[in-house]
Nanobody, 125 residues
């Protein structure tokens, strides 16, 4: 069964850090381009970080650049999102997703067709 499972979300104070994990099963994610997306209540889902192992390129949205970092562990078939200096506006349901279009970074959500269930991140004092 092809599956993505996110974990690591929670409640954190402004300025704090969280590390999200996305574990893949049923396929080797190294063959796929990866995206982390988030959706806040009442808002559209937006791309946060997108990575292509094919091109080696990474896209960070302006809102998270310098604070968030994507990394991968091929042995564990897991991708991570390290989030530092968190702000209340980072509060959202975070999803990881994959697309086989791994020749370049894919920023369009429509290109992704394998999605996890999401993990909630709440930044509040």
């Amino acid at each position: 069964e092809v599956q993505l499972v996110e974990s690591g979300g929670g409640l954190v104070q402004p300025g704090g850090s969280l590390k999200l994990s996305c574990a893949a099963s049923g396929f080797t994610f190294d063959d796929y381009a990866i995206g982390w997306f988030r959706q806040a209540p009442g808002m559209e889902r937006e791309g946060v970080v997108c990575f292509s192992s094919g091109s080696g390129d990474t896209y960070y949205s302006d809102s998270v650049k310098g604070r968030f970092t994507i990394s991968t562990d091929n042995a564990k078939n897991t991708v991570y999102l390290q989030m530092n200096s968190l702000k209340p506006e980072d509060t959202a349901l975070y999803y990881c997703s994959l697309t086989p279009k791994n020749w370049d970074v894919q920023r369009d959500q429509g290109e992704y067709h394998i999605w996890g269930q999401g993990t909630q991140v709440t930044v509040s004092s």
